[in-house]
């Protein structure tokens, strides 16, 4: 949980698994074990983002390619390298386009911590249009603390409020647009983000407000929804023993699912695309994951 954002997790992760290759000890074979074991370990981390397995996969692609051990090692940190290019590449131009899509005076709302739509954001106030943000705080961990804050730093005017008040902004504050990261999307255009995602969205859909998810083609999978693994994290985030009362069990599902008709379009870094077209488009040329 120190790294947040599937972008920065998958390129921390692919980088973390080659220099896993190249510090491992022995002969090719040790190295494609290393590998598997390294790659098994750092997928159980996060099981619910795709970016996840389409980091670490090139990684391993590279060392069961590779003829001896010290190509292994060059092609597995080189592998890394070229995956953190794809994710800039496709960001930069994320945040381009969906810039695009919000005019002067645009009142946007968020939820979570995606570098992408921080990115988007801090492209169209660079642009000159005064936008404005409304930012939920995203229990249980906080992590629209970090958005606000990133956005306040980059001088855009932010509000910080509880994730139940996403609602009453969307229907009391005039917002006319809301912008999300993604973890997932599965094949048939559903959206996996941080919990609380498929609230908002059902109310933005109410209000007529556009609702659009920041997704790089590295985050879609052909796998249907239904076997995209919610993840379960530490009861503590909730509430530590010594705030709960004897008895209290917690549930703590970090991530949900947003179904394709609530999603008015996916900015790629191949456009901003509708569900299924964003779909497909991505998986045209995605490599298939071991
Ligand atoms: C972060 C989260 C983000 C997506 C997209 O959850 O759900 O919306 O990962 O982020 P967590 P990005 O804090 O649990 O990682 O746009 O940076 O890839």
Same mark, same amino acid.
């Given at each position: 949980?120190?790294?947040?954002?599937?972008?920065?997790?998958?390129?921390?992760?692919?980088?973390?698994?080659?220099?896993?290759?190249?510090?491992?000890?022995?002969?090719?074979?040790?190295?494609?074990?290393?590998?598997?074991?390294?790659?098994?370990?750092?997928?159980?981390?996060?099981?619910?983002?795709?970016?996840?397995?389409?980091?670490?996969?090139?990684?391993?692609?590279?060392?069961?390619?590779?003829?001896?051990?010290?190509?292994?090692?060059?092609?597995?940190?080189?592998?890394?390298?070229?995956?953190?290019?794809?994710?800039?590449?496709?960001?930069?131009?994320?945040?381009?386009?969906?810039?695009?899509?919000?005019?002067?005076?645009?009142?946007?709302?968020?939820?979570?911590?995606?570098?992408?739509?921080?990115?988007?954001?801090?492209?169209?106030?660079?642009?000159?249009?005064?936008?404005?943000?409304?930012? $939920?705080?995203?229990?249980?961990?906080?992590?629209?603390?970090?958005?606000?804050?990133?956005?306040?730093?980059?001088?855009?005017?932010?509000?910080?409020?509880? $994730?139940?008040?996403?609602?009453?902004?969307?229907?009391?504050?005039?917002?006319?647009?809301?912008?999300?990261?993604?973890?997932?999307?599965?094949?048939?255009?559903?959206?996996?983000?941080? #919990?609380?995602?498929?609230?908002?969205?059902?109310?933005?859909?109410?209000?007529?407000?556009?609702?659009?998810?920041?997704?790089?083609?590295?985050?879609?999978?052909?796998? &249907?929804?239904?076997?995209?693994?919610?993840?379960?994290?530490?009861?503590?985030?909730?509430?530590?023993?010594?705030?709960?009362?004897?008895?209290?069990?917690?549930?703590? &599902?970090?991530?949900?699912?947003?179904?394709? $008709?609530?999603?008015?379009?996916?900015?790629?870094?191949?456009? #901003?695309? &509708?569900?299924?077209?964003?779909?497909?488009?991505?998986?045209? $040329?995605?490599?298939?994951? &071991?």
């Amino acid at each position: 949980m120190r790294i947040r954002g599937a972008a920065a997790i998958g390129c921390s992760a692919a980088q973390a698994l080659a220099d896993h290759v190249v510090t491992a000890a022995g002969g090719l074979e040790a190295l494609r074990q290393a590998v598997v074991a390294g790659a098994e370990r750092l997928r159980a981390t996060r099981p619910t983002a795709v970016s996840l397995r389409h980091a670490l996969a090139p990684v391993v692609a590279a060392v069961f390619a590779a003829p001896d051990p010290e190509v292994a090692r060059r092609d597995a940190r080189e592998a890394a390298g070229v995956f953190a290019g794809r994710v800039r590449a496709a960001q930069e131009e994320i945040a381009r386009l969906g810039a695009d899509l919000l005019p002067a005076g645009a009142r946007v709302l968020t939820h979570c911590h995606s570098t992408a739509v921080v990115d988007i954001l801090a492209a169209a106030y660079h642009a000159g249009r005064c936008i404005e943000v409304w930012t $939920d705080e995203t229990r249980p961990f906080w992590q629209g603390r970090i958005t606000s804050r990133a956005l306040a730093e980059a001088g855009i005017p932010v509000t910080l409020m509880v $994730d139940s008040a996403a609602h009453s902004a969307l229907t009391r504050l005039d917002i006319d647009h809301v912008l999300v990261g993604a973890d997932t999307v599965a094949g048939d255009g559903s959206l996996f983000n941080k #919990v609380g995602t498929a609230a908002v969205a059902l109310s933005a859909q109410e209000c007529g407000v556009p609702f659009h998810a920041a997704a790089a083609t590295y985050k879609f999978t052909s796998e &249907p929804a239904g076997s995209i693994r919610i993840e379960e994290r530490d009861p503590d985030e909730v509430a530590a023993p010594g705030e709960r009362a004897a008895g209290v069990r917690v549930w703590n &599902p970090v991530f949900d699912r947003t179904p394709p $008709d609530r999603v008015t379009a996916y900015i790629t870094e191949k456009g #901003v695309l &509708p569900p299924m077209e964003a779909v497909r488009a991505a998986l045209a $040329d995605l490599e298939v994951t &071991p």
